[in-house]
Every structure is written in C-alpha cells, then in structure tokens.
C-alpha cells in the first residue's frame, strides 16, 4: 500500500521559512497537495501539483508566500514556506492522488510564534 511521510515542521519566528517535504513511498502519485488544520478548524487545501508540475494551485492565503514543487527522481513534493504568520501555525498533511483514490501522510506541525 501506498505511503506518505511528511517532513520538516518545526517552530519560527514570524517572518522565518520552512520547506516541508512529503515523500511516497512503493508508487507515484499522479498529483500530491498540501493541506493543513488548525486547532478548532476544518482541514483546509494549501497548494497543490500535478505529477508533471505543470500544474499547481494554492489557496489565497499561501500566494506569493508558498511555493510547491515536485522532484520525481525521489518522488518527494515540498512546500517552500516564506514569510510566515502566527496563523499559518497548523498540521501539515500532504496528500497523494493514486489510482482514483487518496492517501494521506501523517502530518507535520507548523507553528509561528515569537
């Protein structure tokens, strides 16, 4: 079965960055997003890639801070976080598209404060 494991959450500094990574593991997916959930909120989508990478969405709220990228050679998609805001402070999901159905990895938590 398919396999997602995300990577590099942490505490910043409002303002700091961070690049999460969600890599999948025995297939490739043919499109990944990022989600993520705060505490008392619903999970929400944050950016997503087609297996090609000619194809990304993000939410309002990540454009022009967040950047998501693929690299198939390692089948891993990061999340470039840049300018970051105490109310980015969630859990981080990434999700696979495989065969019709979605997998979802186990979540990193991201939290802004000073």
């Known amino acids: 079965q398919a396999r997602l494991v995300e990577s590099g959450g942490g505490l910043v500094q409002p303002g700091g960055s961070l690049r999460l990574s969600c890599t999948a593991s025995?297939?490739?997916?043919?499109?990944m997003s990022w989600y993520r959930q705060a505490p008392g909120k619903e999970r929400e989508m944050v950016a997503a890639?087609?297996?090609?990478?000619?194809?990304?969405n993000y939410a309002d709220s990540a454009k022009g801070r967040f950047t998501i990228s693929w690299d198939k050679a390692k089948t891993t998609v990061y999340l470039q976080m840049n300018s970051l805001k105490p109310e980015d402070t969630a859990v981080y999901y990434c999700?696979?598209?495989?065969?019709?159905?979605?997998?979802w990895g186990q979540g990193t938590q991201v939290t802004i404060s000073s």
């Open positions: 890639i087609s297996s090609g990478g000619g194809y990304t």
């Open positions: 025995r297939v490739t997916p043919s499109a």
């Open positions: 999700k696979g598209r495989i065969g019709g159905n979605d997998f």
